[in-house]
């Protein structure tokens, strides 16, 4: 997901949406969907949707009730102004039973024996009906152009808004919808669109996707669209789907998504999902990555194709986050991180390696000014609040984790690993441990102590830094001045002297204090720390020229 759009926007929509986002073990424990398979009706007489709705699941824990997430009504501030469903029927197992909605929760009321008496590999039947109008997660709403818009926004947590679902990044399941809306509307979803028919006078869509889905990245969008296929990339057919009155500006700029779903597939294997499509849509995020059915702002698509890497980090997400999922919120780096570096690899590929360095430093920065507010690790199992998890740690510094990774294996190794990671988690879920796990077994190398520094330790190197001619003799003394315990780390130091010759040097750092000297007949007029742009750290005081 491309974050900018809603740093700006949050505050707002939280006002308006009342959004309640949960913390981060929000899953049920026993709770294992195998498939979600919605029927969702729309209308433009009003904002109220009927969804009926089929989950197959596994109960793997007798002890715990069956529960999901599914926001019951309540009211916006003083207004008469009802939002949330309320559910009208319930059937488990083809019977009607008892429940109970409270707040955003829908609870089985079923007796203690029928639970206990439930086999944990027996595939349960849970069939609901529900009304109401969404307060979030399906954005009913107008496009910069007036138009009347539904989309999907489901990230993190949001999902269960609209639909009865098991609302965590860990629960995987397939997901069909069939949607039922005006003739004059287009749908998109994921997976493949298997039948159109016209049904008492609304257009329905009947969409089937068999690969299992995180919930944050199923997806509907229902509006004025107009399609177009680019290309089909090893049989994955790429396309876009935007408003009429700016196509041809942005089918330009998506008209860029097969040479890049090309790239990454070079780079990381065989693409997972059925499609690749491109929408332009009214939601909160300036991007996001749902499966198959990228989401990408309605204003990002300007015709001047500014917005190459955002598509590119989009697309990087359909392997990293949609399909080898992190196994909980706190492991966000191993999508956002991953999206943010491998953008940035492919502005190196395409661009050349002084734009991808100036990338890598303005990152950087960013993690730098990020720290002096807030210092957490990588990964961060402290938040409350999941938006806060979209941060400077889950992307930038997730990226720079994988750059100085990339830096101590090495290109082969590094790449060769990332694809072994990523064949290892396909379709599934993982978690940071998986991640370092994947990449010893390809690096043959302990990464231990590279993953306790830099993933699961607050804050990075802050050195001051001294250079002391005299006579023949440089000394170059550096101190790490940050709270934590000293970093292990190299640093590469290009000294400039007086004739224009170079000298570098590695500095290996393990300690509060390191210091470099050397003899030189000529004097050192420049010192570059960190020339090649390898290493995240941040000076706080420095005497070099």
């Known amino acids: 997901m491309f974050k900018q759009k809603i740093l700006v926007k949050t505050v707002l929509l939280s006002a308006v949406f009342l959004i309640s986002f949960h913390s981060i073990s929000q899953a049920y424990n026993g709770i294992d969907v195998r498939s979600y398979q919605l029927e969702l009706h729309v ?8 969804v009926h709705e089929d989950i197959y699941f596994y109960h793997k824990d007798p002890k715990t009730c069956i529960a999901f997430d599914l926001v019951g009504q309540t009211k916006i501030s003083d207004r008469e102004v009802i939002t949330g469903m309320k559910v009208t029927a319930c059937k488990f197992q083809g019977n009607t039973v008892p429940f109970i909605q409270d707040q955003d929760k829908l609870f089985l009321k079923l007796p203690e024996s029928q639970l206990m008496a439930i086999d944990d590999d027996t595939e349960l039947h849970l069939e609901l009906s529900f009304i109401g109008i969404p307060a979030n997660g399906l954005i009913i709403g107008s496009n910069m152009h007036g138009d009347r818009t539904f989309f999907a926004d489901n990230w ?19 997901f069909n919808v069939t949607v039922h809306a005006p003739e004059k509307y287009e749908v998109v979803a994921n997976g493949v669109l298997v039948d159109t028919r ?14 299992p889905l995180p919930v944050k990245v199923m997806v509907v969008g229902i509006a004025d669209l107009v399609m177009k296929t680019f290309d089909t990339i090893n049989e994955v057919p790429v396309s876009g ?30 693409y997972p999902f059925e499609k690749l ?24 698509l300007n015709g001047k194709r500014t ?29 956002e991180g991953f999206a943010t570096y491998f953008t940035n690899v492919y502005i190196e590929r395409t661009r050349g390696v002084a734009d991808f360095q100036k990338q890598m430093k303005r990152d950087r920065n960013q993690v730098i000014d990020f720290y002096g507010y807030y210092q957490h690790p990588l990964v961060d199992t402290s938040a409350s609040n999941l938006m806060d998890l979209l941060n400077a740690n889950a992307y930038q510094k997730g990226g720079w984790v994988l750059h100085m990774l990339r830096r101590k294996l090495g290109d082969e190794v590094f790449f060769r690993g990332i694809k072994h990671y990523y064949a290892r988690n396909e379709i599934s879920i993982a978690s940071s441990s998986d991640f370092q796990k994947a990449m010893e077994e390809v690096s043959g190398q302990n990464l231990t102590a590279f993953f306790t520094q830099w993933a699961n330790t607050a804050g990075h190197p802050i050195l001051e830094v001294k250079g002391t001619p005299s006579g023949n003799a440089y000394t170059l003394l550096i101190r790490q001045i940050q709270p934590e315990a000293p970093f ?10 007086n004739n224009g010759e170079t000298l570098v040097k590695t500095m ?8 470099l000297k050397f003899d030189t007949v000529i004097p050192v007029v420049s010192v570059i720390l960190d020339p090649n742009v390898d290493l995240l750290f941040e000076v706080k005081s420095s005497n070099l020229k």
């Open 43 to 50: 209308s433009d007489s009003s904002d109220v949707i009927r």
């Open 156 to 174: 993190p947590n949001r999902a269960h808004h609209w639909f009865a679902c098991n609302d965590h990044v860990s629960d995987k399941a397939g």
């Open 198 to 211: 016209i049904e008492k006078g609304m257009k329905v869509h009947q969409f089937e996707s068999g690969i």
């Open 241 to 270: 789907a935007v408003y009429p009155q700016n196509q041809s500006k942005a089918l330009y700029d998506l008209e860029l998504s097969p040479q890049i779903l090309r790239f990454y597939s070079d780079l990381f294997g065989a």
């Open 277 to 300: 499509m491109g929408v332009q849509s009214t939601t909160m995020f300036g991007g996001m990555e749902n499966a198959g059915c990228i989401f990408y702002d309605e204003k990002a």
């Open 307 to 335: 917005s190459e890497t955002l598509i590119a980090h989009e697309i990087v997400h359909q392997w990293f986050g949609n399909s080898a999922t992190e196994s909980d919120w706190s492991h966000l780096w191993l999508s």
């Open 488 to 497: 292990h780390f190299p640093l590469t130091v290009k000294f400039v002297l």
């Open 508 to 515: 290996e750092l393990t300690e509060k204090s390191t210091q």
